[in-house]
């Protein structure tokens, strides 16, 4: 039987230009977070209003300078972790 695939569509936020290096598929620099987050990293959000208001908090300075792209995360559908199920059926 074969996995079934999921499309997830992703959102980031970014400087125009490292959203351009995103685009075309290069290296592009971690997010330096404040420390309430999960460390360096490209953070994605999930839903582009989300994208749209940390665009509007976060770049409030100078919110001409940033951009959103969106992405999407294609994954099997055995590679998700299900946090809804118990851990009976897993057999863990």
């Known amino acids: 039987m074969s996995d079934y695939y999921f499309s997830i569509p992703l959102y ?5 230009e490292n959203n351009e290096l995103f685009i075309e598929g290069k290296n592009i620099p971690p997010s330096n977070e404040d420390g309430e987050w999960g460390g360096k990293g490209l953070y994605l959000w999930d839903n582009l209003k989300n994208a749209e208001y ?3 908090v976060h770049w409030k300075n100078d919110w001409s300078k940033a951009s959103i792209v969106k992405t999407v995360l294609r994954v099997q559908d055995s590679k998700i972790l299900d946090l809804t199920e118990p851990m009976e059926k897993f057999n863990c």
């Open 54 to 56: 940390w665009k509007r």
């Open 12 to 16: 980031h936020v970014d400087l125009k």
